[in-house]
């Protein structure tokens, strides 16, 4: 195992880290933008990358947004494995099988993309089969779908941001993905600096009160699916063994990464603590 200070080569060999993240309705008003979360996210995936672990995400190719992000670190710090891009059936039927040929191609040996049914199980060999149907009634089970088989796939996962006004499926990804992660008593790194779902979470399962923050933090609309989600959390909390504690972070540094929007900081806590959790 690597010392508590240091985030030595190879410390996360073999675990598998699933990244969430959104654009946060919050990030103006704390003086931030995207950029600053696509920094975080960089950062994130880099040291986890440098430290032998492995990359997970479940996200889109048109527009790519973060995905993109995420492609640039695996092209410069990528091994042989590190990424696995997650398609939901929505997200894949947007786009040829041209453009998914394309991302593969750039993956390599590096990841691989895996586009998944309307029930979360990968279809194989989905550049050769036909185009289906969109179902749009069957869009919001797809995406909980497939956050499903993502924490089936993962050892721990981080959050940062997320839309809690502007979201597909039956309630904001980080959310879900943080209840599923929990689900399956998996370490939960949450970053509430960036504001948006993960701040919700955090506020929600004790892991900071947000005392640092104003009273309306964060931004959330009266949406009773942002209330149903609430209580998903809260319940899947109530009915596991899971604790924050098992991110492998102290108190002062579970704060510390809570409140902080320093990428580097926060990619060097993500590592150290799950180094400690994990490995």
């Known amino acids: 195992m690597a010392s508590d200070g240091l985030m030595l080569k190879d410390s996360l060999d073999g675990v598998r880290v699933g990244i969430s993240v959104s654009d946060s309705d919050d990030l103006e008003r704390l003086g931030l933008s995207r950029a600053h979360a696509e920094l975080a996210i960089a950062e994130i ?3 986890v990358l440098i430290a032998g672990g492995s990359l997970v995400y479940g996200g889109r190719i048109q527009p790519s947004g ?28 947007k786009v040829s099988r041209a453009e998914l040929d394309s991302v593969d191609r750039r993956l390599g ?11 979360g199980s990968p279809i194989p060999d989905i550049l050769t089969s036909q185009p289906e149907v969109i179902d749009e009634a069957a869009e919001p089970p797809a995406y909980s779908a497939q956050r499903r088989y993502m924490a089936g796939i993962t050892d721990a996962r981080v959050l940062v941001g997320g839309s809690l006004s502007t979201f597909v499926g039956t309630m904001p990804g980080v959310v879900e993905e943080a209840i599923t992660t929990i689900t399956n008593n998996q370490p939960l790194l949450v970053s509430a600096g960036f504001g948006g779902a993960a701040a919700l979470v955090a506020r929600q399962l004790n892991i900071d009160d947000l005392a640092w923050a104003t009273s309306d933090f964060p931004l959330r609309p009266d949406d009773s699916r942002i209330d149903q989600a609430v209580a998903a959390l809260k319940e899947a909390a109530a009915a596991s063994t899971w604790s924050p504690t ?29 180094t400690r959790a994990l490995v």
């Open 45 to 47: 995936a880099r040291a």
């Open 66 to 93: 973060f995905t993109q992000c995420l492609l640039h670190e695996i092209d410069r710090y990528g091994r042989s494995g590190a990424f696995t891009l997650c398609l939901a059936a929505p997200e894949h039927r």
């Open 109 to 119: 040996t590096k990841g691989q993309v895996v586009c998944l049914d309307d029930h």
């Open 246 to 274: 098992q991110t492998g972070l102290a108190p002062d540094e579970l704060r510390r990464f809570s409140v902080t929007h320093r990428a580097g900081e926060i990619a060097s806590l993500a590592v150290r603590g799950l």
